[in-house]
């Protein structure tokens, strides 16, 4: 197995990092994640790349390592990313719930249990 370099390490620790803070301003706002079509095509990927996108538009060294300057296996941005990402956050309920309402925080933990994909099939009712 190679080693990765220190600039490597760098590099994933930013894509981690933005894909947090994405997902953190999403959660917080109460904003959907997920769009219906995020194929490169498409003029509206869904909130969670497009504000990405406007991270790394205003961002050079941000732009530098996210999105279509990602490695494939290391883009951070797959359903499932997003939902370990709210998993993270949710844990941190005790930090958030002195600072929002009871409403905000039941939204965060309902959000995390769902997945679109695929969507009736992954739903999981006992999470809610």
């Known amino acids: 197995m190679e080693r990765q370099t220190s600039e490597e390490v760098k590099k994933n ?18 904003h959907a994640f997920r769009g219906h079509d995020e194929s490169i095509e498409s003029t509206n990927r869904g909130n969670f790349i497009e504000h990405l996108q406007f991270l790394a538009d205003n961002n050079e060294e941000i ?6 300057n990602a490695p494939l296996n290391a883009k951070y941005i797959s359903p499932e990313i997003q939902k ?5 956050l949710a844990k941190k309920i005790a930090e958030l ?14 959000s995390s249990s769902l997945v679109p994909k695929d969507g009736y099939k ?6 809610i």
């Open 122 to 127: 992954t739903f999981d009712i006992a999470a």
């Open 84 to 88: 370990q990402i709210l998993h993270v």
């Open 13 to 30: 620790i930013l894509r981690v990092k933005s894909s947090i803070q994405v997902a953190r301003l999403l959660a917080l706002q109460g």
């Open 97 to 110: 719930e002195s600072r929002f309402n009871d409403r905000v925080v039941e939204l965060l933990k309902l």
């Open 63 to 68: 732009d530098s390592v996210v999105l279509d």
